[in-house]
């Protein structure tokens, strides 16, 4: 059974960073994409961004593009949501999920059959 487990959300404020990460068993890591979504209080889970089992193909939502990166370390099982200039709109549970192949994810969280725990990012103004 796949385990996801992620880590790193806290308390920011707006304009601050946070690092995420998702850690990940049960799983040949390197074969799958993977992917960060978020939901938000009240809202339905949203896609966040995603990359190729390489790192070298990435994909964002345009309300983090330029202000999140997404990456990966093979070797650790490991991935990363780095998030810089977050906004109070940027409040939400994380969650990591991963693909069906090397290359490919879906951008839609109903999907998936099952998530982690999350990671909670609280972003004060």
């Known amino acids: 059974q796949v385990q996801l487990v992620e880590s790193g959300g806290g308390l920011a404020q707006a304009g601050g960073s946070l690092r995420l990460s998702c850690a990940v068993a049960?799983?040949?890591?390197?074969?799958?994409?993977m992917g960060w979504f978020r939901q938000a209080p009240g809202k339905e889970r949203e896609f966040v961004a995603t990359t190729s089992w390489s790192g070298e193909s990435t994909y964002y939502a345009d309300s983090v593009k330029g202000r999140f990166t997404i990456s990966r370390d093979n070797a650790k099982n490991t991935l990363y949501l780095q998030m810089n200039s977050l906004k109070p709109e940027d409040t939400a549970a994380y969650y990591c999920n991963f693909g069906s192949d090397r290359w490919d994810i879906s951008t839609t969280p109903s999907n998936f059959a099952s998530w982690g725990q999350g990671t909670q990012v609280t972003v004060s103004s």
């Open positions: 049960g799983l040949t890591f390197r074969m799958y994409a």
